[in-house]
């Protein structure tokens, strides 16, 4: 029965138009890709390289004899064979440990992204694409340009139900961490000797960076650069919109790089005043993974080494160095910065890449720049605020220097555009530094066309601004033609699109690469979407011709762990004639290498299946990709403040988003999406998503608001300004936490929590654990250190593995709950490789830890122990814990220390078996993750609050209620 009978069926489809994707296995079909096992030595021992030969000329051997390869072409396979999607390394494992074993038992199922054989030309062919990938991590596409459709034609495909043998693995909720490496996926922990490679040669970077030229000269914002460099020559601040795939991340900071004014220097304005000016770029991203990723492309770009001229900061993680002209950092690291340098000194111009994602940390930071680029920092710091989205309106009226007053110059002062021939050419950018410096083009307007004036509320009528010329595009006559503001004006028949200004603010477009795509609709709601996704995928699978790979977006990790199981399970009993399946996940918790995996090319007669989450809707590009699967839904914050709740809730996309997925399917070619709602509840969508700063706690906001010296929170100059009430729960929780006065006040203790790169309940957890009435800082940092860390257990599937899990863990589980059974965890690590020799990655597996995590969870620990290192009494002594086993005392003291923060994340037991919360008194039940499930404590203390199928408390441990009444301020007690 065909999953879809709207005609989607491709060339190769039956005349009757259907498909059956249950009757295309044959039981009979016979493996071809088993690999020979390795000759054994007979004589004397042979070295690797001899017998990775053996294993090659046998591979080579078979496939001869079995007629896939041309035999009158002598062939060196030692030189012409590439790696596979699997790590050469899992290859060699296969064939060693499970050739001959795999041959006679499953030799009738092909794996589901096993390799397809290669000929010749197929083996040539991949090379180039590898080679071409490499150079380019995903921000390649094709050079041809075509006209932008935000949508193609509309379809509806009714889920036909009745379809057997497609069935979506529920995931068990015991977990929320990685799942364990599949046969078609890399070990967690291959690649990691990459940290340690030997340093490429200058040479060899610069000819890469030759080579990545010719792609650079290939991106639609290239041929924009002068007028963007003009742009900020006239202005302080630019916000651009750049679609996904113009290039916009990756060349706005080289494009202002070499300008004048980033060079370091003492300019004295016409007003006879001295600044200093230049310095680095910054480039903020709301997500670490696009932060390092970006860094790592342009400085590859660049011909530079990662931490010098090109570096990034995140938290827990810093490649930079004084040398740094480009830096990338997320948004919350920025505020960091702020703190110690309030007026972002070393910056030349700061970047605030993604501004549509409306991050608290993106709106705060936005709302200092407005103030420093028309305050201290006039004329001497650039903005540039930079979205994928068209809806950026707000954003430039909310930079406008004099927002609410009438810009517009009267009707009579109309001056000439200045000639072409005028426009500022590098040698007099120091005169148009100098002009900026005075206050830019609203202190000296010579030079720009004035226009008439119009009255409004706001200063502008947005049905009859006209746009001023910016001299690079004089010549295009639909100037002549009102527009709405913040409206772009684009022209087909020429490469540059106008730039209108907003008085101090020029605003800007690049068009991404663009290709129609045809919207598909279920013909009813979906029950269930994970279902729906399974059999979509299939559907395209028999259906559509390869190359062509499909995005999935869901919700997150579970979800991605549950579908990658199916999908791979089913494709299994595929016939070996279809094309192979090649899954991958894809979500912001999974290591860095495993998510780069996604840019691989896709290998011949392969279809690449990515299930990620929104992750992959505007900070990730991914070639390659023909289909798009959207779920239309996505995990999202919500705070209670009345409750003092936050949890994460599987809620509606919206249409914003719901169109920046489909756009995924038409970067490089005419492409697909299959939406898996109806258009009715598309259309019911709201416009936009909600901003975060108006749905999550604003406690760190309000204390970073503080800790800079804005003691009015309430009047700030927010891009949206939360509710009152959200603000009212914020002070309440600073206050109790001892991070402001009675008086709202931030007192030193606040100013030491907020030079922390950890929340405010967390951060007051550690400089209770310095005092020396608990002492016990070590062990508190080591708990935080695996509290930050993702993943750190593996996600099992299968329930053997589960079983063996739990028998492994027992001698780390306590009594006392998860946080001391974390700090076990990694206590009994450290005296393991206490030995100088000993087997780091075994430890892991026979514990079924994640060896990446562990030392993703060792680096965080190093630098909370040097921010530390400034706290009084804390030494090299502090650390010395000598792998002594945790007592019951120091247990006790740990937990008493995170009450210190976490004193309003607890719970009383209830009478139904359950747990009360104590503020709110909300029903709670312990996560099954956790060693407390199914145990009856008399209180709970509790990390995390989720909300899945029902409210679970995750990261327990057992407390008693006279330690919360000591730990919480007085107007808790009486919940106590």
């Given at each position: 029965m065909p999953l879809f009978d709207d005609g989607l069926t491709s060339a190769s489809t039956p005349?009757?138009?259907?498909?059956?994707?249950?009757?295309i296995h044959s039981t009979a079909a016979t493996s071809s890709i088993t690999a020979e096992p390795?000759?054994?030595?007979?004589?004397?021992?042979?070295?690797?390289?001899?017998?990775?030969?053996?294993?090659?000329?046998?591979?080579?051997?078979?496939?001869?004899?079995?007629?896939?390869?041309?035999?009158?072409?002598?062939?060196?396979?030692?030189?012409?064979?590439?790696?596979?999607?699997?790590?050469?390394?899992?290859?060699?494992?296969?064939?060693?440990?499970?050739?001959?074993?795999?041959?006679?038992?499953?030799?009738?199922?092909?794996?589901?992204?096993?390799?397809?054989?290669?000929?010749?030309?197929?083996?040539?062919?991949?090379?180039?694409?590898?080679?071409?990938?490499?150079?380019?991590?995903?921000?390649?596409?094709?050079?041809?340009?075509?006209?932008?459709?935000?949508?193609?034609?509309?379809?509806?495909?009714?889920?036909?139900?009745?379809?057997?043998?497609?069935?979506?693995?529920?995931?068990?909720?015991?977990?929320?961490?990685?799942?364990?490496?599949?046969?078609?996926?890399?070990?967690?922990?291959?690649?990691?000797?990459?940290?340690?490679?030997?340093?490429?040669?200058?040479?060899?970077?610069?000819?890469?960076?030759?080579?990545?030229?010719?792609?650079?000269?290939t991106l639609p914002i290239w041929a924009h650069q002068e007028p963007l460099r003009q742009c900020?020559?006239?202005?302080?601040?630019?916000?651009?919109?750049?679609?996904?795939?113009?290039?916009?991340?990756?060349?706005?900071?080289?494009?202002?790089?070499?300008?004048?004014?980033?060079?370091?220097?003492?300019?004295?304005?016409?007003?006879?005043?001295?600044?200093?000016?230049?310095?680095?770029?910054?480039?903020?991203?709301?997500?670490?993974?696009?932060?390092?990723?970006?860094?790592?492309?342009?400085?590859?770009?660049?011909?530079?080494?990662?931490?010098?001229?090109?570096?990034?900061?995140?938290?827990?993680?810093?490649?930079?160095?004084?040398?740094?002209?480009?830096?990338?950092?997320?948004?919350?690291?920025?505020?960091?910065?702020?703190?110690?340098?309030?007026?972002?000194?070393?910056?030349?111009?700061?970047?605030?890449?993604?501004?549509?994602?409306?991050?608290?940390?993106?709106?705060?930071?936005?709302?200092?720049?407005?103030?420093?680029?028309?305050?201290?920092?006039?004329?001497?710091?650039?903005?540039?605020?930079?979205?994928?989205?068209?809806?950026?309106?707000?954003?430039?009226?909310?930079?406008?220097?004099?927002?609410?007053?009438?810009?517009?110059?009267?009707?009579?002062?109309?001056?000439?555009?200045?000639?072409?021939?005028?426009?500022?050419?590098?040698?007099?950018?120091?005169?148009?530094?100098?002009?900026?410096?005075?206050?830019?083009?609203?202190?000296?307007?010579?030079?720009?066309?004035?226009?008439?004036?119009?009255?409004?509320?706001?200063?502008?009528?947005?049905?009859?601004?006209?746009?001023?010329?910016?001299?690079?595009?004089?010549?295009?006559?639909?100037?002549?033609?009102?527009?709405?503001?913040?409206?772009?004006?684009?022209?087909?028949?020429?490469?540059?699109?106008?730039?209108?200004?907003?008085?101090?603010?020029?605003?800007?477009?690049?068009?991404?690469?663009?290709?129609?795509?045809?919207?598909?609709?279920?013909?009813?709601?979906?029950?269930?979407?994970?279902?729906?996704?399974?059999?979509?995928?299939?559907?395209?699978?028999?259906?559509?011709?390869?190359?062509?790979?499909?995005?999935?977006?869901?919700?997150?990790?579970?979800?991605?762990?549950?579908?990658?199981?199916?999908?791979?399970?089913?494709?299994?009993?595929?016939?070996?004639?279809?094309?192979?399946?090649?899954?991958?996940?894809?979500?912001?918790?999974?290591?860095?290498?495993?998510?780069?995996?996604?840019?691989?090319?896709?290998?011949?007669?392969?279809?690449?299946?990515?299930?990620?989450?929104?992750?992959?809707?505007?900070?990730?590009?991914?070639?390659?990709?023909?289909?798009?699967?959207?779920?239309?839904?996505?995990?999202?914050?919500?705070?209670?403040?009345?409750?003092?709740?936050?949890?994460?809730?599987?809620?509606?996309?919206?249409?914003?988003?719901?169109?920046?997925?489909?756009?995924?399917?038409?970067?490089?070619?005419?492409?697909?999406?299959?939406?898996?709602?109806?258009?009715?509840?598309?259309?019911?969508?709201?416009?936009?998503?909600?901003?975060?700063?108006?749905?999550?706690?604003?406690?760190?906001?309000?204390?970073?608001?503080?800790?800079?010296?804005?003691?009015?929170?309430?009047?700030?100059?927010?891009?949206?300004?939360?509710?009152?009430?959200?603000?009212?729960?914020?002070?309440?929780?600073?206050?109790?936490?001892?991070?402001?006065?009675?008086?709202?006040?931030?007192?030193?203790?606040?100013?030491?929590?907020?030079?922390?790169?950890?929340?405010?309940?967390?951060?007051?957890?550690?400089?209770?654990?310095?005092?020396?009435?608990?002492?016990?800082?070590?062990?508190?940092?080591?708990?935080?250190?695996?509290?930050?860390?993702?993943?750190?257990?593996?996600?099992?599937?299968?329930?053997?593995?589960?079983?063996?899990?739990?028998?492994?863990?027992?001698?780390?589980?306590?009594?006392?709950?998860?946080?001391?059974?974390?700090?076990?965890?990694?206590?009994?690590?450290?005296?393991?490789?206490?030995?100088?020799?000993?087997?780091?990655?075994?430890?892991?597996?026979?514990?079924?830890?994640?060896?990446?995590?562990?030392?993703?969870?060792?680096?965080?620990?190093?630098?909370?122990?040097?921010?530390?290192?400034?706290?009084?009494?804390?030494?090299?002594?502090?650390?010395?814990?000598?792998?002594?086993?945790?007592?019951?005392?120091?247990?006790?003291?740990?937990?008493?220390?995170?009450?210190?923060?976490?004193?309003?994340?607890?719970?009383?037991?209830?009478?139904?078996?359950?747990?009360?919360?104590?503020?709110?008194?909300?029903?709670?039940?312990?996560?099954?993750?956790?060693?407390?499930?199914?145990?009856?404590?008399?209180?709970?203390?509790?990390?995390?609050?989720?909300?899945?199928?029902?409210?679970?408390?995750?990261?327990?441990?057992?407390?008693?209620?006279?330690?919360?009444?000591?730990?919480?301020?007085?107007?808790?007690?009486?919940?106590?």
């Open positions: 005349a009757d138009g259907k498909v059956n994707v249950f009757a390795a000759t054994e030595p007979t004589e004397k021992p042979k070295s690797n390289r001899q017998l990775k030969e053996e294993r090659k000329r046998a591979e080579w051997a078979k496939r001869i004899a079995e007629g896939r390869f041309d035999t009158t072409k002598p062939e060196k396979p030692a030189k012409s064979e590439e790696p596979t999607p699997a790590s050469t390394k899992d290859s060699k494992s296969a064939a060693d440990k499970k050739g001959k074993k795999d041959q006679g038992k499953k030799g009738e199922k092909r794996k589901a992204t096993s390799e397809p054989p290669k000929d010749n030309e197929e083996l040539a062919l991949l090379r180039k694409q590898r080679e071409e990938a490499r150079a380019a991590l995903g921000s390649g596409g094709p050079v041809k340009k075509m006209k932008t459709e935000e949508k193609g034609n509309k379809h509806q495909f009714p889920l036909l139900n009745g379809v057997p043998a497609l069935k979506v693995v529920t995931a068990t909720a015991t977990t929320t961490a990685k799942p364990a490496a599949a046969a078609t996926i890399t070990n967690e922990d291959d690649g990691e000797e990459e940290q340690g490679h030997r340093k490429p040669q200058d040479g060899m970077l610069k000819a890469q960076a030759a080579k990545l030229r010719k792609q650079r000269e900020l020559r006239d202005r302080d601040v630019l916000v651009m919109v750049g679609q996904t795939g113009s290039g916009k991340s990756t060349q706005i900071g080289q494009f202002f790089a070499t300008e004048p004014w980033t060079k370091k220097r003492t300019v004295t304005t016409p007003s006879g005043k001295e600044i200093k000016v230049g310095g680095c770029i910054a480039i903020t991203q709301p997500r670490r993974v696009a932060a390092i990723n970006l860094a790592k492309r342009v400085a590859q770009e660049m011909g530079v080494r990662l931490g010098e001229e090109v570096g990034y900061s995140v938290r827990f993680d810093n490649k930079s160095s004084h040398k740094t002209r480009i830096k990338f950092l997320t948004d919350g690291m920025l505020l960091q910065e702020m703190l110690a340098d309030p007026l972002l000194k070393k910056y030349s111009c700061v970047v605030v890449d993604e501004a549509h994602e409306r991050t608290v940390g993106t709106d705060l930071a936005m709302g200092f720049l407005r103030g420093l680029v028309y305050g201290e920092r006039r004329g001497s710091l650039k903005v540039v605020i930079m979205s994928a989205t068209l809806g950026v309106q707000e954003m430039a009226q909310f930079f406008e220097e004099h927002r609410g007053a009438n810009l517009l110059p009267p009707p009579e002062e109309v001056i000439e555009d200045k000639p072409e021939a005028e426009t500022p050419e590098v040698e007099t950018a120091e005169e148009a530094k100098e002009e900026a410096t005075a206050g830019g083009p609203v202190d000296d307007a010579e030079g720009k066309k004035k226009k008439k004036k119009k009255k409004n509320k706001g200063g502008y009528n947005p049905e009859d601004l006209l746009k001023e010329r910016s001299p690079v595009v004089q010549q295009i006559p639909s100037l002549d033609e009102e527009k709405p503001i913040g409206t772009i004006i684009n022209s087909e028949s020429s490469t540059v699109d106008v730039i209108p200004y907003f008085g101090s603010v020029a605003l800007f477009q690049v068009p991404g690469r663009q290709y129609p795509v045809d919207i598909h609709h279920t013909a009813h709601p979906m029950q269930d979407y994970l279902e729906a996704a399974l059999k979509t995928v299939f559907q395209i699978h028999v259906s559509e011709p390869c190359p062509g790979d499909v995005l999935v977006f869901l919700t997150g990790q579970d979800e991605i762990v549950s579908l990658q199981k199916s999908i791979e399970e089913y494709a299994l009993t595929l016939d070996t004639k279809m094309p192979k399946v090649w899954v991958l996940p894809l979500y912001a918790a999974l290591p860095l290498p495993q998510q780069n995996r996604v840019f691989e090319p896709t290998p011949i007669r392969t279809r690449k299946i990515i299930l990620s989450t929104n992750i992959a809707e505007t900070s990730i590009t991914v070639s390659g990709v023909r289909h798009v699967i959207d779920c239309g839904k996505a995990k999202l914050k919500q705070y209670r403040p009345k409750l003092g709740l936050e949890s994460l809730l599987i809620t509606p996309i919206s249409r914003s988003s719901a169109m920046q997925r489909s756009g995924r399917a038409g970067r490089e070619a005419p492409g697909k999406c299959f939406r898996l709602f109806t258009e009715e509840d598309f259309n019911a969508l709201k416009e936009a998503t909600k901003p975060e700063i108006l749905r999550t706690d604003v406690a760190n906001a309000i204390l970073i608001l503080k800790a800079r010296g804005c003691d009015d929170v309430v009047n700030f100059d927010y891009l949206s300004p939360p509710k009152l009430e959200s603000l009212q729960k914020a002070l309440e929780q600073l206050y109790s936490l001892g991070a402001l006065d009675n008086k709202g006040k931030i007192t030193n203790l606040g100013h030491q929590m907020a030079k922390l790169p950890l929340s405010p309940p967390l951060a007051r957890v550690l400089l209770a654990a310095a005092e020396s009435e608990l002492d016990c800082l070590s062990e508190v940092v080591d708990v935080i250190a695996a509290l930050n860390t993702d993943n750190l257990f593996p996600m099992l599937l299968n329930d053997e593995q589960r079983e063996a899990m739990e028998e492994a863990r027992k001698a780390f589980h306590r009594s006392e709950g998860d946080h001391i059974m974390l700090l076990e965890v990694v206590r009994a690590y450290e005296s393991y490789v206490a030995d100088k020799i000993a087997d780091k990655k075994h430890w892991c597996e026979q514990h079924f830890v994640s060896h990446r995590a562990m030392q993703s969870l060792l680096d965080v620990r190093k630098q909370l122990r040097q921010y530390c290192s400034s706290m009084k009494g804390v030494n090299a002594e502090t650390w010395q814990h000598k792998g002594e086993q945790i007592s019951p005392d120091m247990a006790e003291r740990v937990l008493k220390a995170f009450l210190k923060g976490y004193f309003h994340q607890t719970a009383r037991a209830g009478p139904d078996g359950g747990y009360l919360t104590v503020l709110g008194h909300q029903n709670v039940t312990i996560h099954p993750a956790s060693i407390l499930f199914s145990q009856r404590k008399e209180a709970i203390m509790y990390f995390e609050y989720v909300f899945t199928t029902k409210p679970f408390a995750r990261w327990c441990s057992a407390v008693q209620l006279d330690w919360v009444a000591d730990a919480s301020p007085m107007y808790l007690r009486g919940g106590v």
